[in-house]
């Protein structure tokens, strides 16, 4: 057994606890990550879902909350920097863009020794000046974790990261956690459904990378060969005006839903016949791979990462970004062909056992840590490779 003292200490940096990609892999992180070998603490900028925090606080060595306001930066970054040295942290390990930037800031003053981010969005939105800033920052960073390859050619074409610091390491989800069985029932009835119709399913948050708008209308002319189908969006974000809106414009509000933030989200893949995403951007996105573990049969576009992960008519059906009459054509084929669905879910269930567990991502982001300090010779090297 390791000494609590001899651990590997890590912080793991996020804004908050919330729905999203990002959030689910560092609790996915947190709980798969070797606890002989490393202390895990997490920092979050601010409070988030009460749920989703106590499930951390199960997993976390410790849990620090900062408070962190813009207009307060001075006085929440020396707080960071105080509790990163307190903490004789090894490694930052920081996610999403400004965890990111203020984390590897931070680290560096406190004397972190690594300075890791994983990149889970393409981070196009990034004006000039902050693309420059991001070089500047590359020289503090010891390693960019990318989710997708397009990420990773991002970061190292427009923000010039060099390929030494940067690394490919795909999402990844724990196949088990998605066995519900018997929940469509339920959740027709929820929204006042009969249990017989067609299900289509999306779920994230509701931004303009994800284009639901497109998705509406897909539904609305699905609707003409399959009358009875049925839509639920799961999620919240800042575009759901403009999804409401589409709702209206094409007059689906009988058959369409959107159901918030939801917790039971293996039950709505149970439900689900199939699986819809509409993206017009993507990096690797957890849902996708979730589905692939539920065996919901997938219909999604060809955007980021999403080929990555499924290779069309074999995994997936893939169209292009864009195209609602395609995104329409191809859920009425999964909905109208049970053996192409079920071949897709069967290839699907196979790829994310094999490429996308989160056991092995976890055991790759080890890997990173390790390698990191062994070069930087931080710790002896017997308790560094000891297994």
């Not at 307190?86 to 972190?112: E, M, Q, T």
């Not at 990844?172 to 956690?177: F, I, K, L, Q, W």
């Not at 016949?273 to 990096?283: A, I, M, N, P, Q």
Request: with cysteine; hydrophobic share 45%; glycine share 8%.
């Amino acid at each position: 057994m390791t000494d609590s003292n001899d651990k590997i200490r890590i912080c793991m940096m996020m804004p908050k606890c919330h729905i999203g990609g990002a959030e689910v892999q560092v609790m996915g992180l947190l709980k798969n990550i070797d606890r002989s070998r490393f202390a895990v603490s997490l920092c979050l900028f601010n409070h988030g879902i009460k749920s989703m925090e106590i499930e951390a606080a199960k997993h976390a060595a410790d849990v620090q909350y900062l408070g962190f306001r813009w207009r307060y930066f001075p006085v929440v970054f020396l707080k960071m920097v105080k509790y990163l040295r307190h903490g004789r942290f090894d490694v930052v390990h920081a996610h999403l863009a400004w965890a990111g930037l203020v984390g590897r800031l931070a680290a560096w003053v406190a004397g972190v020794p690594v300075r890791i981010t994983t990149e889970h969005g393409k981070g196009l939105w990034k004006s000039p000046f902050q693309v420059l800033i991001e070089k500047a920052m590359n020289r503090i960073t010891d390693m960019r974790i990318c989710v997708s390859r397009d990420i990773f050619r991002i970061r190292r074409d427009r923000e010039g990261t060099p390929e030494e610091k940067l690394v490919y390491i795909p999402n990844g989800v724990d196949p088990e956690a998605f066995s519900a069985s018997g929940a469509k029932k339920g959740i027709m009835e929820e929204f006042d459904w009969s249990p017989s119709a067609p299900l289509i399913l999306s779920i994230g948050r509701i931004v303009e990378a994800k284009n639901y708008p497109l998705l509406v209308e897909a539904f609305s002319i699905l609707l003409k060969s399959v009358p009875h189908a049925k839509c639920i969006i799961v999620g919240e974000g800042p575009c759901q005006p403009e999804v409401e809106a589409a709702i209206e414009r094409y007059s689906v509000g009988a058959s369409i839903r959107l159901a918030g933030t939801r917790r039971d989200i293996p039950a709505f893949f149970d439900a689900a016949d199939t699986f819809v995403l509409s993206s017009v951007r993507e990096g690797l996105p957890v849902t996708l791979l979730e589905a692939m573990a539920a065996g919901t049969p997938i219909v999604a576009t060809d955007a980021g990462g999403i080929p990555e992960a499924v290779t069309d008519g074999e995994s997936a059906i893939l169209v292009q970004s864009g195209d609602a009459g395609s995104l329409a054509e191809a859920m009425a084929m999964v909905l109208g062909d049970d053996a192409t669905a079920d071949r897709i879910s069967a290839s699907a269930q196979s790829v994310v056992r094999e490429r996308f567990s989160i056991q092995n991502t976890t055991r790759r982001v080890e890997e990173i840590y390790i390698s990191k300090l062994v070069s930087k010779k931080i710790k002896p090297p017997d308790q560094l490779t000891r297994k």
